[in-house]
């Protein structure tokens, strides 16, 4: 199949998976609306924890900034497809796949996408009204080249987390349930990617850790590039690591999704 049929299959899958979603458009927006008011509430208790006199190494325009653009990047590198890749292989559903000119991952891709593009559109509004409400301490640099690099890096963390998600999921080639393995790597990413708390204020002693470890180039990195003033070799650095890491992520993602089919087995296959 060459690059040009795949793209037009994939093109098919996006604006198949499109119109369901604007089928439960209900659901979606009360979906974006848990997705902002986590942002909301973090934000109004640092602010809280900054008015009462704690001291931390950022003020209250980074935090504002923050939190305002968490939500965006949040959902725009966010992928949930794991339990649903491991629900096709374990009731043999992946099979039907197998046989189909479309492959499952182009339609897990195109699904994704789609989504994506579907809650931009609903959240867009709400994090307009969130960076309204905080406009005073909203300080965003005015410089298209900073939006280009952060683009380019949610691009990268989004890679990262979906290559993840393909691992997690494709270890139900081997496991009946990868249900714990999923809610862990959740939970590993939420804490480690800064969406929980920004990475900044974590413990110095855990500094070096933070700062390498992979999933800090999903989230932190690219709000990084708007809401602190890096410098050319730490953006440089910084677009190094998530390079590094998309590549081991992809080639992992590749190598197990392989070795899985290999040992495929779906009862009535």
Do not use: C, H
């Amino acid at each position: 199949m060459t690059t040009a049929q795949r793209l037009r299959i994939l093109r098919r899958f996006f604006l198949k998976d499109l119109v369901l979603e604007l089928t439960y458009r209900g659901e979606f927006v009360l979906y974006m609306l848990s997705v902002i008011t986590t942002p909301v509430i973090s934000l109004l208790i640092w602010r809280a924890a900054l008015a009462s006199g704690a001291d931390l190494p950022v003020d209250r325009q980074y935090l504002t900034t923050y939190f305002v653009l968490l939500g965006v990047v949040n959902m725009l590198t966010s992928s949930w497809l794991d339990i649903w890749l491991a629900e096709m292989i374990r009731m043999g559903n992946l099979s039907i796949w197998l046989v189909r000119p479309g492959s499952a991952m182009l339609n897990l891709i195109a699904n994704n996408l789609s989504e994506k593009t579907f809650k931009l559109a609903v959240l867009a509004p709400m994090i307009a009204v969130f960076w309204w409400f905080f406009r005073s301490a909203v300080v965003v640099p005015s410089d298209p080249v900073r939006w280009l690099l952060m683009f380019v890096s949610i691009v990268f963390g989004a890679v990262i987390l979906f290559a993840l998600d393909i691992v997690v999921g494709s270890l139900a080639f081997w496991l009946t349930d990868v249900g714990g393995i999923s809610r862990g790597r959740a939970l590993l990413v939420a804490v480690l990617s800064g969406q929980i708390v920004p990475l900044v204020l974590m413990p110095a002693w855990a500094g070096t850790f933070v700062r390498a470890q992979p999933f800090r180039y999903t989230v932190s990195f690219p709000l990084e590039l708007m809401v602190s003033d890096l410098s050319a070799r730490q953006v440089a650095l910084g677009f190094a690591a998530q390079i590094v890491y998309a590549g081991l992520f992809l080639w992992g993602a590749v190598w197990i999704w392989r070795r899985g089919l290999r040992s495929y087995g779906a009862v009535g296959a």
